[in-house]
């Protein structure tokens, strides 16, 4: 018996070699070890709080980093460095090797998953419109937006809400691009937009710091779903995406999922009642 042990050990030993210098296997450890040797994972963010903030220090926080930061110092990457992003910029720069992920709220739907290696969800959210006091115009979804024909509604250049707001029938010209919160705050207070539409959470958090009583809240969009995001990895990284996947789920069986994002308002048992195959995969 114990010769039989030798000989399997000594092709065990031939067999990992092979698969070392054939490559096979060896995807992950090459892309993790060129971000351990680097330091740091370059990921890019949208400044949107609570997903994603960058303080006057240049301190990133924001649940979508604090979530990636952790996990990437499980895998043996130090720290993350970030790049502040349009929407849709985003998953061209991930493409183009400027970013190693996007970790920034950036939500799953197919046209997406086809372009990128999603992990699991992390952070999910209802959409939501800025308006004036007592809504003048009356919204309660993007087509409400869309019937009437001397309304405005600002959203993020390449994001989600703009993208709804034109499938719901809203004219190009009437969809107006605005760089970040600030901007879509002011030009509603301005009158120079109806509305203003970004995630709940997002709109919540610019509401409460403006403290402005002349601005109010819809919430959620009608007909609008809630979304989930992932960290969003290169095709080809799968197997760094994979590993990233393998200490989401350990953080999320053991509550310091939990403990990261619900703080910031979003809800743990959200992300973990769906999967990415599902979210890629909705109508
Ligand atoms: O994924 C998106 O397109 C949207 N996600 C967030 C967190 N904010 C706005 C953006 O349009």
Same mark, same amino acid.
């Given at each position: ?6 000989? =399997? ?8 070699? *092979? ?10 450890? @090459? ?14 963010? =949208? ?15 924001? #649940? ?13 990457? #130090? ?16 493409? !183009? ?11 799953? @739907?197919?046209?997406?998953? #086809?372009? *990128? ?15 004036? @006091? ?65 995630? *709940? ?8 710091? #403006? ?7 819809? !919430? ?14 290169? %095709? ?16 999320? %069986? ?13 809800? =743990? !048992? ?14």
């Amino acid at each position: 018996m114990k010769k039989l042990g030798i000989l =399997a050990g000594v092709a065990g030993l031939a067999i990992t070699a *092979v698969l070392a210098t054939s490559g096979v296997g060896s995807a992950a450890d @090459k892309k993790l070890e060129q971000l351990k040797a680097q330091g740091f994972a370059r990921v890019a963010i =949208a400044n949107e709080p609570p997903y994603t903030a960058v303080a006057a220090d240049g301190k990133v926080s924001g #649940a979508a980093p604090d979530v990636a930061r952790e996990i990437f110092k499980r895998l043996g990457v #130090a720290d993350i460095v970030a790049s502040i992003s349009e929407y849709g910029a985003m998953i061209p720069g991930l493409q !183009a090797g400027r970013f190693d992920v996007v970790t920034a709220g950036l939500f799953m @739907k197919p046209e997406r998953c #086809a372009a *990128v290696a999603y992990s699991e969800p992390v952070l999910c959210d209802a959409e939501a419109m800025l308006v004036k @006091k007592g809504n003048p115009k009356g919204f309660k979804s993007y087509q409400d937006v869309a019937k009437d024909t001397s309304a405005t509604i600002g959203a993020p250049g390449g994001g989600t809400e703009e993208k709804l707001a034109l499938n719901a029938g809203v004219p190009r010209e009437r969809v107006i691009v605005v760089p970040d919160g600030q901007s879509g705050l002011k030009m509603v207070q301005d009158g120079r937009i109806d509305a203003y539409s970004l995630p *709940v959470l997002s709109i919540n958090d610019l509401m409460k710091k #403006a403290n402005d009583p002349n601005l109010e809240v819809i !919430a959620p969009v009608q007909g609008a779903p809630v979304y989930c995001d992932g960290a969003a990895f290169k %095709k080809g990284d799968e197997a760094l995406r994979d590993a990233f996947d393998v200490e989401l789920a350990k953080m999320k %069986k053991s509550g310091e999922f939990a403990k990261i994002i619900e703080p910031y308002g979003f809800s =743990a !048992a959200a992300a973990m009642s769906t999967t990415r195959e599902k979210l890629c995969s909705a109508k």
